[in-house]
């Protein structure tokens, strides 16, 4: 039975008596009950194989195929039913500032008594083409404060008893061991990083790189994409929404480089590797030497949307409320020549495009799919439903972080997000992952909706990684939305198959590749269930007593959620 055929006045009188007696009060707790309705195989299939498709060029973000993209969104909602918000047939337009080198070049020279030492971009220091100006320089003493973190409340302040304002910080990437993971890598973040040393006065910011992000991913390698463009979105008042007025752009210094700024300092670079191989935190202290650094870069402004629908609530009171639902749009376009990898990859596939199949395409489709079966419901769930189609979330989370800041309904009225990226559809599964359910309520939500789909929520399989700051949902969370990001599970239904390894084989040889297309790597029965799970998800959230609220002393709902 579909649930577009439901009713309660249709339950005979027998059976809602049965369910009072069961404790079930209301129609919606019955429908909590109900069968989950049966998505679309084909459906999916046809939208993954249109966004993915060689026409639309990688979907990059203000490209003529991502408008191809988003249009094809504007035409699904509009089939739906879906209500358009923004004023502008679903579309939110995005105006970003796009930063190229072109004439210019960053510079980056040390100063101290014995002359001067000039760095070169690309082989010594990285940098990329700066958003905030075309033009900027600023020339100031050096002081090294360790990791450059900031949080008395874990017993860690890099900047107690160092005097840095004016000065340009030297910090060391990554974080202190100590730290937990999730909450490490936010305070570990550049972002926070520079705001941190923002706060306290400094002027400009330059990043060390270490043996352990060298092995991570190597200073060679991160020097192959110096061409790329930069972006950010852009405030009315036509400055970049991420800028840190008063802070230089960021560089990044390879560690034959960083060695000497601290030639004749307190300790030698090596003496604090040392210490970090051993978990020790290292202190900071002024370096003995001053730097200059300049950037520039050439700009354009490119205009490029988020895709909106309402899908409105039933409920009188809580139609004021909204479960926002996203998934990223746009990939990461054509490649200059082969992969990009700069391996033997490019010498077998000489194919350009990166069709981003399961990233997002695949996303999309399942979300366009959950839209429908709300949609073709017959009733819609007592909250209002928002399914968000963002651009620029290869850019850095910038679509949905301008959502996020700049919704088309009252920011205190979004009580949930529920983010889908890059789901893996690669087999049947029997469990699902939600990527930061121990912050929120929204955990036992999806473990709920896991167990009606006949599945289970299993915990995060790879920590290390730190997810949950790593993808569209976090922009929500930076506004105190409780949020979880959803992908299937590694426990396939077929004996035969090693989930664990078929989703780290798609990393490894799919992943940011022309190679991830709409071919037989996709599992649509695998997009079915997870269609499904996820239409149960959103209903228990959209449809319960209780908004979604954070886990008691929570990290990022005490953070986030008092800021806003």
């Not at 014995?114 to 320089?137: H, M, N, R, S, Y």
């Not at 030497?289 to 629908?309: C, D, I, M, Q």
């Not at 009606?452 to 290390?464: C, N, Q, T, W």
Request: glycine letters at 8%; proline letters at 6%; hydrophobic letters at 40%.
């Amino acid at each position: 039975m579909r649930i577009k055929n439901f009713s309660c006045r249709a339950v005979a009188a027998g059976a809602l008596a049965a369910l009072i007696g069961a404790g079930i009060s209301s129609c919606s707790s019955y429908r909590a009950f109900f069968p989950i309705p049966s998505a679309d195989i084909e459906r999916m299939r046809a939208d993954v194989e249109y966004l993915s498709a060689d026409a639309l060029a990688g979907r990059k973000t203000g490209s003529r195929g991502y408008q191809q993209a988003a249009q094809h969104v504007a035409d699904r909602f509009a089939a739906l039913g879906l209500q358009s918000i923004t004023g502008d047939d679903y579309f939110q337009q995005v105006p970003f500032r796009e930063a190229r080198w072109g004439k210019h070049q960053a510079t980056l020279m040390l100063h101290g008594r014995d002359g001067d030492i000039t760095f070169e971009l690309g082989a010594d220091f990285l940098a990329k083409p700066p958003t905030i100006g075309e033009d900027t320089v600023t020339s100031a003493g050096l002081v090294f404060v360790g990791y450059g973190v900031g949080a008395p409340e874990f017993g860690f302040d890099d900047y107690a008893g160092l005097d840095v304002q004016g000065k340009i910080v030297v910090v060391l990437d990554g974080r202190p061991p100590q730290l937990p993971s999730e909450v490490g890598a936010h305070y570990a973040s550049g972002r926070t990083k520079r705001e941190t040393a923002a706060r306290h006065g400094a002027v400009g910011f330059i990043n060390l790189n270490t043996p352990a992000l060298e092995a991570r991913r190597s200073f060679a390698r991160s020097s192959e994409h110096i061409q790329e463009p930069t972006f950010d979105w852009l405030r009315a008042d036509d400055v970049p929404g991420n800028a840190i007025p008063g802070m230089h752009p960021a560089v990044v210094l390879d560690i034959p480089a960083a060695r000497q700024l601290f030639m004749g300092a307190q300790r030698s670079l090596e003496t604090i590797f040392t210490e970090m191989d051993n978990g020790v935190v290292p202190k900071g202290f002024p370096l003995p030497y001053s730097a200059t650094l300049t950037s520039g870069g050439e700009h354009r402004k490119v205009v490029s949307p988020n895709v909106v629908g309402l899908l409105p609530g039933s409920d009188p009171k809580l139609r004021d409320e909204y479960v926002v639902f996203t998934a990223h749009l746009d990939h990461i376009g054509v490649d200059a020549a082969g992969s990009g990898q700069g391996d033997v990859h490019d010498q077998l596939n000489p194919d350009r495009i990166n069709n981003g199949a399961q990233d997002n395409a695949a996303g999309i489709a399942v979300m366009l799919e959950v839209a429908r079966l709300f949609a073709d419901s017959a009733r819609a769930p007592r909250r209002s439903i928002l399914f968000v189609a963002v651009t620029a979330e290869e850019e850095g989370l910038l679509g949905s972080d301008y959502f996020a800041r700049h919704p088309p309904v009252p920011p205190q009225s979004m009580v949930a997000n529920i983010n889908l990226d890059m789901p893996m559809l690669l087999y049947p599964f029997r469990d699902v992952i939600a990527f930061g359910a121990e912050h929120s309520s929204l955990g036992k939500s999806a473990a709920h909706a896991a167990q009606r789909a006949g599945l289970k929520l299993s915990p995060d399989p790879m920590p290390e990684q730190v997810i949950f700051v790593r993808s569209d949902h976090y922009s929500f969370v930076r506004q105190g939305v409780p949020s979880i990001y959803l992908i299937t599970g590694r426990e396939a239904i077929d004996q035969n198959i090693d989930g664990t390894q078929a989703q780290l084989d798609f990393l490894i040889s799919r992943y940011h590749r022309p190679d991830d297309e709409a071919d037989e790597q996709i599992s649509y029965i695998a997009a079915q269930q997870f269609a499904e799970v996820n239409f149960a998800i959103a209903w228990d959230v959209a449809d319960a007593e209780r908004k979604p609220r954070w886990n008691r002393g929570d990290f990022f709902g005490e953070l986030f959620a008092a800021e806003n």
